[in-house]
Each structure stands twice: as C-alpha cells, then as structure tokens.
C-alpha cells in the first residue's frame, strides 16, 4: 500500500509570515503539496507514532489538501490524525484541539485573508505541540528540506469518507473525526460570562456579525445565535464558499464595506463585527463607530479584568512592532510589560509559553490571548460583548472614555498592493542604507529623532530576528513604519502603517487621515512611494 514516489527539490517553498502561501494552482500542481508536505514530516525528524491534528478552512482544494495529507501522514507511519469534519477547522480551533488534545502539531490549509478559488491564493502552515505557528527555528528546517527532498511517501488508498464524527483507520494510522465547532464554542464559554451577553442580547441590543462566507460562519451561529440569543439572521454570510463568494476575506472597511455602510445607517445594530478566511481576525464596529484594531486591542487590555476569564489581571501584553502604541499607554497606567515583536503570530508564542504575557494583538485586526495560540476573531468579539455588556456602554461611549483616560493613537496602514517586487526591494533597502543618518532631517513638517530597521531579541529564547521593518520616529509623537508582507502570492506588497499620538485632552475627535496629513507627507518626502511603485495612490487603506 505505502508508495515512494521520487521526487525533486521546487523552488520557492519558503514559508512566509504565516505559512507557505502560492496560488492555489501552483499547489494543485502534481507533486507541488506533497513535496512541501514531506519536507514538513522531514524537517521535523518525522511523524513515526505522532499525533496530528489537520484542518483547514474550506477554501478550493482544501478537500483534496486535506486526503493527500492523510495519505502521507498514515503512510510516515503517524499514531493519529485528528481531524475537522469536512477537512474544516477555524485556525483558532485548530489551535486549541492540538492543546487540549495534547498533539505534537498539526496542519492548517488557510491563505487566511488572501482569496480563495482556483484563482486564488491557497496555503499550509504548521503549527507545534503548544498550538502555536511554528518558530523560524522550525520554518527554518522545513524550508531546508524542501531543498534537498529526492522522495516522498504516500499511500494508494481512496479518499477517507470524511462527512460523519467517529473514528476510522488508514492503514495503521487512527483517524478521528471531530465536529469542528463543539470543543471550541465550550473554550469561549469557559473564559466569557455568557449570562450577563446573553442579558444584553435579550434587551434589545443587536449585533451584526459578517462571517464573508468563511470559516466563522457555522462557529458564529452556534456560539451567538444558538447559545447566546442573538436574533436569527444576526449572523451573515454565514455559509463557507471555497472562493468566499468572490470576495476577499479580509476585515477591514475596505473589504468589508457592506458591515461599514450597515453600521453608518440610521437603523445600525449596536455592534458590527466580522472575520477572516480561517477566522482568526476580526473587524470590531458600533453603531456610527469603526474601532481600529490598535484601539480595539488596547481597550481589550484596559477593561480584560471586567471578564470573567482575565480576572486575575494581565500578567504582560504584546503588539507587533507596527501596531499602534494604545497599548503601550494602558501597559504604563496599570504598570505591566508591553513587548513589541515582528509581524507574525509566530513570535508570541514564546511569551504565551512563558506566562510573560496574557494578551497579545496585531494591527492587521488580529487579537487573542494565552487560551491559545493563534490570534482568534470570535474570541475579540465576545470580548467586545462581554465589556459591553459589563460597562453598560455603547461602542462610541466605550471609545470616547478610552482616549479621554489614556489618549489617543491616530492609526491608519496604506498597502501598495502586488507592485513590482524588485523596484519595493529596492526602495526598502535604499532606504535602510539612510537611516544612520535621517536622525535630525526634515521631512515634509516633521523632524525625524530616530530611525531603525526593527531587528528582535526573542526575550524567553534569547533568538535574534533582524530586518523586520523601518521605524522612523518624529518629534512630536508621529512614527513612520514601512516594510513588505510576507503573505503575498504575486509580485510584492509595501506596507506603509502610520501614526501620530496626541495625549488629549482636546484633539481627540479628528478625522484620522486628516489627522494623519503630515505623516502621509513625510513618508513621501522621505522616499517618494507613489512615484517609484508608478502608483498615484495606496491600492487598500486601513
Ligand atoms: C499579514 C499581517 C500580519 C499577520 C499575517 C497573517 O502579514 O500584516 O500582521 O500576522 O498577515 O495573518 P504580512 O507579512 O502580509 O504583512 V492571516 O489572518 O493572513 O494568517
Ligand atoms: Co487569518
């Protein structure tokens, strides 16, 4: 039954901020997945008598992902394979059934955000025993196998009947499938006070929650309808598409402009909220407000010890280092650590792990803390409700207090989507070539008092990850950041995040692009973006 079928290196299979992400065509290439899928079983020393969990989030070729992966798997000899009804788990679920599962790791089959079809973007990513995504230290071993792979294993087997919970066998591997909502919707349970949301649903509060025809829809109506109350038909888009509709699954006002004109309507529900692909992001409104996932995180980290499960306090939090410093100011008031790492949920872990901290957030709309580790989309919704529901408040209100108590971060990310890959390097790395001697320099209105090229010395391993981005900041409480993603499948994407601080009490209700003006100028004054990318404007703002 176990086949060797030989194989050669492919270039290019090198994960990214979050997994190996290609257009779906390029992994449905023969061969092209199960090279990949080998290297992973071979950088970690093999998968003999391990347990796995494998899901992904429905997206075309998530199916035929998820058997060919249960073929090899069964045919490197693993113990056991959970895994989701369907071949479907949301990241965060996933996350939590290899921690309470106790498994060595497991695969997620997710571009996240990116769009999905057989024109779109597919995507797999390895998680290790704490949940977690890998660390480079492991990205790194599996990238170096996939350049010297001769062979992979498989099985000829037909495809495992995967629609019905139970167990069955492949070969000499259990397999366990799970219904992929249960285990995670008594995880929220357990850490929200889901009578006093309940209460609050019941007195006429309205929620919209947008599930972009992703992952969250069948967790969202079973946690906010179904157990919580919430009216039916609160929850939309709530069938999983493998191309989401068409649509782009990412939650922000641009992509999810349909939430954005439902909550600036006369008739807006009380609260707007919604997803991502694999459900981990989230989008956070109210009615007439957007909260920015900066100010969502910090108002999270200043009103946490109202829920039930951050009673006990925060013990540390965490932002990527392009995230907003509203953070920062809740950090300094309640005299707790905040930790600034790279972009990627990978570099939390470690933190998580150690207990240094309990919440951690990311501007790109990710938020999440120690009850897993992935950053998790429904978790920041019925952390949102649970406050609500606590401090008796609208959104606004919440939001009004917040800057008044801490001051405010004007925030906003301008991305130059899939433009030429060698002219962003370039731009990127003359730039790094100036920042010894920007300090001073006059750019636009602003003067710069430092700049770096963000470089992380992980705290708990002592790991050093360098290049991580250009940090300019400017006298005044404005900071420029700029850096590429690492998530894109074509060409390359510059992202320009961008900030000014204003501690109040008055200049806190500015138009924030407005208040934004003179560090949009300064980032042009500095290396002219639109006229060396041939853009007149950011393709998405956020
Ligand atoms: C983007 C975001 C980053 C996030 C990553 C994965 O990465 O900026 O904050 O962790 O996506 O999120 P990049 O390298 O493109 O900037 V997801 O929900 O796409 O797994
Ligand atoms: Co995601």
Redesign the pocket.
């Known amino acids: 039954m176990i086949q060797i079928i030989p194989t050669q290196p492919i270039d290019g299979q090198k994960p990214?901020?979050?997994?190996l992400r290609k257009k779906t065509r390029v992994f449905m290439q023969p061969g092209y997945l199960e090279n990949f899928v080998q290297s992973i079983w071979n950088g970690l020393g093999g998968v003999a008598g391990k347990t796995l969990v494998l899901g992904g989030d429905g997206r075309f070729f998530n199916t035929e992902a998820a058997q060919t992966i249960l073929r090899m798997a069964a045919a490197s000899g693993a113990a056991r394979v959970i895994v989701g009804r369907d071949g479907l788990l949301s990241?965060p679920a996933a996350s939590h059934l290899i921690r309470s599962r106790g498994a060595d790791g497991g695969i997620i089959l997710?571009?996240?955000?990116?769009p999905g079809g057989a024109d779109g973007d597919f995507g797999v990513?390895y998680n290790t025993a704490n949940g977690g995504p890998a660390p480079e230290s492991v990205t790194s071993a599996i990238h170096d196998a996939t350049t010297r792979i001769a062979e992979y294993h498989t099985l000829d087997a037909p495809a495992l009947d995967l629609s019905q919970p139970g167990q069955t066998r492949l070969h000499q591997t259990e397999v366990e499938i799970v219904d992929p909502v249960a285990d995670y919707a008594d995880l929220m349970a357990e850490l929200f006070d889901f009578d006093a949301i309940r209460a609050l649903l019941a007195s006429g509060f309205r929620l919209r929650f947008d599930a972009m025809h992703a992952i969250t829809g069948p967790y969202a109506q079973e946690i906010l309808e179904a157990r919580l109350g919430a009216a039916p038909g609160s929850v939309v888009n709530a069938t999983p598409l493998p191309d989401f509709g068409g649509g782009h699954p990412d939650p922000n006002p641009v992509w999810a402009s349909d939430l954005v004109a439902a909550m600036m309507a006369p008739d807006a529900p009380d609260f707007g909220a919604a997803s991502?692909?694999?459900g981990?992001?989230n989008m956070i409104m109210g009615r007439g407000i957007y909260v920015t996932p900066s100010d969502s995180l910090a108002v999270i980290a200043a009103n946490a010890h109202l829920v039930p499960g951050y009673a006990g306090g925060l013990t540390g939090v965490a932002r990527?280092m392009?995230t907003s410093a509203a953070l920062d100011r809740v950090a300094a008031a309640r005299g707790i650590t905040c930790y600034a790492t790279p972009?990627?949920?990978k570099f939390f872990g470690n933190l998580l792990d150690a207990g240094q901290a309990t919440l951690c957030g990311?501007?790109?709309?990710?938020t999440g803390s120690d009850h897993i580790r992935e950053?998790d989309g429904l978790w920041a919704v019925l952390i949102w409700l649970n406050i609500l529901a606590a401090r008796t408040q609208s959104v606004a209100e919440v939001m009004t207090a917040h800057w008044q108590d801490f001051g405010r971060n004007y925030y906003s990310r301008h991305d130059y989507e899939e433009v030429d890959a060698e002219a962003a390097a370039a731009l990127i790395e003359e730039l790094r070539a100036r920042l010894d001697k920007l300090a001073g320099e006059k750019l636009g209105t602003l003067i710069v008092r430092e700049a770096e090229d963000f470089s992380y010395r992980d705290p708990v391993d002592g790991s050093v990850t360098a290049r991580q981005g250009v940090q300019i900041r400017f006298d005044g409480g404005a900071r420029l950041v700029l850096?590429?993603?690492?998530?894109?499948t074509a060409g390359a994407?510059l992202?320009v995040y961008l900030e000014q601080a204003v501690d109040g009490p008055d200049g806190l209700d500015t138009e924030p692009q407005a208040a934004l003006a003179e560090v949009i100028a300064a980032a042009e004054a500095l290396c002219g973006i639109r006229a060396r990318l041939g853009r007149t404007a950011p393709d998405v703002v956020t």
């Open positions: 990214g901020t979050s997994g990241t997710s571009a996240s955000h990116n990513k991502d692909g694999d981990d992001r990527s392009p972009t990627g949920w990311e501007e790109s709309a990710g950053k850096r590429l993603s690492g998530t894109g994407t992202r």
